[in-house]
């Protein structure tokens, strides 16, 4: 009785944290899952990724995605009953064609807002941006030539970086691309998320964390505090040189205005 009880004194909630790369969605994601209170957010459905939770499960999802959905959404949640998850847009739309081929979730004329409402029961919308978007674009550039996604004690880069000023501009066009992804996702779903700004959330941490948190409606034991990052940011004086050197090199590929 008493699991019974607990369930019913707190319904099953989701949310979605959708972002692009170096968004800062990692330092966003760890803030909320180290209050034991926010889930797990991980990107459980990024398509390589799917395979090590399945056999963690012991689940075909090619034999039943909904079943593999499911058990995500039953077993990485916190006792609060909250389930969190990260979505990138670059496999946005191949994710919402997985859950409606499903069959469990929605058909062919079901709305992609109802498909993932039915997926992921209370869905709330999270979205991660980064205002300085050539700064974004130095970050990608340099970590696809390290290796490093996500800059931790005791991780090690596969090479050192190079300036490459045609891979900051092609890394600067992607992110604009995925940018629009979700700003046309938004505008079909007739949904403005709850936006945290990458900037804001490195200047005040434990503010913007108690931001999302509320918008989420979970609240935190009485006195507990917002632990601080374990992700530790990638901009230094390499970043700041290459910056420079970009916008002397190709002043018309970006404006700092628009950044």
């Avoid at 505090?225 to 040189?241: G, W």
Wanted: aromatic share 10%; proline share 5%; hydrophobic share 35%.
């Amino acid at each position: 009785m008493g699991g019974l009880f607990h369930k019913l004194r707190h319904p099953r909630r989701c949310y979605v944290v959708c972002t692009i790369p170096r968004s800062g969605s990692n330092l966003l994601t760890d803030g909320l899952r180290d209050t034991r209170r926010a889930g797990m957010p991980k990107q459980f459905f990024l398509p390589k990724a799917e395979s090590r939770y399945a056999a963690e499960l012991g689940i075909d999802r090619a034999a039943d995605y909904a079943a593999y959905v499911r058990a995500i959404v039953d077993t990485k949640i916190t006792r609060n009953e909250v389930f969190g998850f990260k979505l990138m847009s670059w496999y946005l739309d191949d994710f919402l064609a997985r859950l409606r081929e499903a069959h469990g979730f929605g058909n062919s004329t079901t709305s992609d807002l109802e498909l993932l409402r039915s997926a992921f029961p209370s869905l709330r919308f999270v979205r991660i941006v980064r205002r300085h978007k050539l700064r974004q674009a130095l970050s990608t550039a340099r970590a696809l030539q390290t290796g490093l996604w996500k800059v931790q004690e005791g991780k090690n880069v596969l090479r050192e970086p190079e300036f490459d000023p045609d891979l900051i501009e092609q890394s600067l066009h992607e992110a604009e691309r995925q940018d629009k992804l979700w700003d046309d996702f938004f505008r079909r779903i007739g949904i403005k998320p709850f936006e945290v700004e990458y900037e804001r959330l490195c200047q005040d941490y434990e503010t913007t964390i108690h931001e999302v948190l509320n918008f989420l409606r979970i609240k935190l034991p009485a006195g507990a505090r917002v632990s601080p990052p374990v992700t530790t940011r990638q901009a230094d004086e390499i970043s700041r040189m290459w910056e420079e050197r970009f916008l002397a090199e190709r002043p018309s590929a970006y404006s700092p205005a628009s950044g």
